[in-house]
């Protein structure tokens, strides 16, 4: 029975050959950040306040530009239909859309950002990298815009691929490969096996149709990838898009003062899910100092090791606008599809709800750092 995303987690696990199941799961070298970005929700102690009319509980509120109807934003993440190969990014925006929630499609995705327009209408983003080619990340924007995405999240805390040890240790690679060292695992997951079979390959879709026929999501990486990206790409990107403009993976509280002289609209706190600098701190530790920083110029959004609705409340008590989660939709991506997506939106927002309702604190708004109880 799936009661939590710890639930779905499972049911990926028995779906997905281990080395893509560890590719969701993994973090960067020993995966302190992984574990900590969840661990430290736990150790935030509530304090609860009774006697409160909570009949109506009120989870509506803005970000992004636009009105939701719960304080979720599906992360980017790369590559969905390795995750399902039947079902894929659509499966997840569609998921979204149902729930009243933004949906945010990687500049690495499995389906191009024209075919996931197409598959709903409802509020989308488009994460980008600045590729060392300007004109591919000009053209890309462009086809952002005319494709309905409202705002644009730029990824900077991957300057160089974070080191993720399951990856070599599995032999993984994009598509999975099937051979003697992999067989075991293949051979004990037929489902997921036959669906990558009978299915077209997993591609960085959005580039495919680039001369030279981008070969693996990878190799695309490695050409494309530019360490010499600063402060003043960001604003050339900000001048470039006159939609939404988020910055994703910020840390420190000066990093979110360049971000706002950059022009960003949302201050995205992220590491990346751990999957990069490990030991950063985890991201509801990094909160206070940014919000504070900040002082309501910009929206914060915070992501990293949201598990549970109370992780929610915990993260607006401290001053983001919304979080957003990765892996919670990806394992019920994995383990049953747009169901599965469904299913996670589902526990967080009832989570949420109920946990607003015991704390006493009906509506977002009421959500404050007097909810803990040191
Ligand atoms: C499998 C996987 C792929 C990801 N791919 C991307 C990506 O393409 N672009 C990006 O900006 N972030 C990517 N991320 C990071 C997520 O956007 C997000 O920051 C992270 O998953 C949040 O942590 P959580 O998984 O604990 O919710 C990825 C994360 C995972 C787990």
Redesign the pocket.
Same mark, same amino acid.
């Given at each position: 029975m799936i009661t939590s995303i710890a639930d779905l987690r499972e049911a990926a696990r028995r779906r997905l050959p281990r080395m893509v199941f560890d590719? &969701?799961d993994g973090g960067a070298d020993d995966e302190i950040t992984l574990r900590q970005? $969840?661990e430290r929700f736990r150790t935030l102690a509530l304090k609860w306040n009774v006697l409160v009319d909570v009949q109506r509980i009120e989870t509506e509120t803005t970000v992004f530009g636009q009105t939701v109807a719960a304080p979720i934003i599906i $992360? +980017? !993440? $790369?590559s969905s239909r390795l995750f399902n190969p039947r079902a894929g990014e659509p499966a997840v925006a569609r998921a979204a859309h149902k729930h009243g929630v933004i949906y945010s499609a *990687? !500049?690495?995705a499995s389906t191009s950002i024209e075919s996931l327009a197409r598959e709903t209408p409802g509020p989308k983003l488009f994460?980008i990298y600045m590729w060392k080619d300007r004109g591919l990340v000009r053209e890309i924007m462009q086809r952002a815009r005319a494709a309905g995405y409202t705002g644009i999240?730029l !990824?900077v805390d991957t300057p160089v691929a974070g080191n993720r040890e399951r990856d070599p240790r599995n032999r993984f690679s994009i598509p999975p490969k099937v051979n003697l060292s992999t067989a075991t695992q293949a051979l004990g997951r037929p489902g997921y096996m036959l669906d990558l079979a009978t299915t077209p390959p997993v591609r960085a879709a959005n580039f495919s149709h680039l001369p030279g026929a981008v070969g693996s999501i990878v190799d695309f990486i490695d050409q494309q990838f530019d360490r010499t990206v600063t402060w003043r790409d960001a604003a050339w990107m900000r001048e470039q898009w006159q939609g939404q403009f988020a910055i994703?993976?910020v840390g420190a509280p000066e990093d979110a003062e360049q971000c706002i002289a950059a022009g960003a609209d949302v201050i995205w706190v *992220?590491n990346? =899910?751990?999957?990069q600098l490990d030991t950063a701190a985890a991201t509801i530790d990094l909160l206070s100092p940014i919000v504070e920083r900040v002082a309501g110029r910009a929206e914060v959004v915070l992501?990293? =090791? &949201?598990r549970r609705g109370g992780d929610i409340a915990k993260a607006l008590a401290l001053g983001a606008k919304a979080v $957003? &989660?990765?892996? +919670?939709y990806?394992w019920g991506l994995a383990a049953f599809g747009e169901r599965g997506v469904d299913r996670a939106l589902d526990i967080l927002t009832t989570e949420l709800r109920r946990t607003m309702a015991l704390l006493g604190r009906p509506r977002l708004s009421d959500l404050m750092p007097d909810v803990f109880a040191r």
């Open positions: 590719y &969701i970005n $969840a $992360a +980017p !993440t $790369a *990687s !500049t690495l994460q999240i !990824t994703k993976g *992220s990346h =899910g751990g999957r992501d990293g =090791g &949201i $957003a &989660i990765g892996r +919670p990806l």
